[in-house]
């Protein structure tokens, strides 16, 4: 599924504001990112963009096999290790 994306938002983020901040994930390539800002978002969806747009020119076959989250290529992490609650689903 090219250009699927899986956004989760943080308890942080304010609409009203124009400010988001939590994880994104392309399901392609399991690419994960924890964004702090809007534009980071949005850096890292255009990233994802051009990066499928340019490998659909060159005619190369996309992998459709899903990754286990153990193989996912993380290019950011930073992770606050706290119980879950039914408020953060």
């Known amino acids: 599924m090219k250009l699927a994306f899986v956004v989760r938002l943080g308890k942080a983020t304010q609409p009203a504001d ?27 969806l255009g990233q994802r963009f051009d990066l499928t747009m340019a490998a659909t020119k060159q005619d190369a076959a996309p992998d459709t096999r899903q990754c286990p989250a153990s ?19």
């Open 18 to 44: 124009n400010f988001f901040e939590g994880w994104v994930e392309e399901v392609d390539s399991c690419t994960e990112l924890r964004f702090r800002s809007t534009d980071q978002l949005l850096k890292f």
């Open 71 to 89: 193989n996912a290529n993380r290019v950011s992490r930073s992770v606050r290790l706290r119980p879950k609650s039914g408020s953060d689903l």
